[in-house]
């Protein structure tokens, strides 16, 4: 258990729809990260916090937003919905991420399966 | 195209025998993490190579990060079937923690 709580663990629905995944990080771990997983592929980086402020952009599309709450949760929102956004969509966390900290081990949930229709 | 392009995508051996699988990119990188993802579940960490050149052993498990740090392979001895998954290299570019993954190489040991 790498103590990265994901919610939901699968989510069916359909084109133009918006969905709101979530994600708690581990106890302690300030930084949380957001990664997209489509089959077969490797994991895609979308978007980074730090302490509730976005640190780093990935290949995040303009329909997704995320935002990291005073206690450190993280919400990843998906809208208009196309079919090729269904994918396996996971959050990390990490202790921290400020340039010069060095680099410190990202701990994954398992993950929200996004099905498109 | 990949940043970190690893090699092969596929591979299916027999218990019992070696692999070695390849991790390659044309930037430097400040560190390189190789994690193992099961079915259902998330990628876990495996090591963290920093140095140029460096070797870890993790049982019967060997990384070796690159002289230049640009590339790193995985060898497995002695494969057995608890080693089935889907094996995917990291790298970080910058003294933060963005990484790049490659694209994974997904391994079945058959008994």
């Known amino acids: 258990d790498s103590g990265v709580t994901q919610t939901p663990k699968h989510l069916i629905t359909a084109t133009g729809q918006r969905v709101t995944l979530r994600c708690s990080p581990r106890?302690?771990?300030?930084?949380v990260y957001w990664y997209q997983q489509s089959l077969d592929q490797g994991l895609q980086f979308l978007i980074q916090?730090?302490?509730?402020?976005?640190?780093a952009k990935g290949n995040i599309l303009e329909r997704f937003s995320a935002q990291q709450f005073p206690d450190l949760h993280s919400e990843l929102n998906l809208s208009s919905l196309e079919l090729g956004d269904s994918a396996l969509y996971f959050c990390?966390?990490?202790?921290?991420?400020?340039?010069?900290?060095?680099?410190?081990?990202?701990?994954f949930g398992n993950g929200t399966r996004l099905t498109v229709t | 195209t990949q940043l970190l392009e690893q090699s092969p995508q596929f591979l299916s051996i027999q218990e019992g025998e070696n692999l070695t699988v390849y991790c390659n990119s044309s930037?430097?990188?400040?560190?390189l993490q190789w994690y193992r993802q099961e079915p259902g579940e998330g990628p876990v960490l495996l090591v963290t190579?920093?140095?140029?050149?460096e070797v870890k052993k993790l049982k019967r498990l060997t990384f070796q990060f690159g002289d230049a740090r640009k590339d790193s392979s995985l060898h497995i001895t002695a494969a057995q079937p608890g080693d089935t998954g889907l094996y995917l290299c990291?790298?970080?570019?910058?003294?933060?923690?963005?990484?790049?993954f490659g694209g994974g190489t997904r391994l079945m040991v058959k008994p």
């Open positions: 990390a966390s990490s202790v921290g991420a400020l340039p010069g900290q060095g680099f410190s081990p990202l701990h």
């Open positions: 106890s302690g771990d300030l930084s």
């Open positions: 916090y730090y302490n509730g402020e976005e640190r």
């Open positions: 930037s430097v990188f400040s560190s």
């Open positions: 190579v920093v140095t140029g050149g």
């Open positions: 990291a790298g970080a570019q910058n003294a933060g923690n963005m990484l790049t």
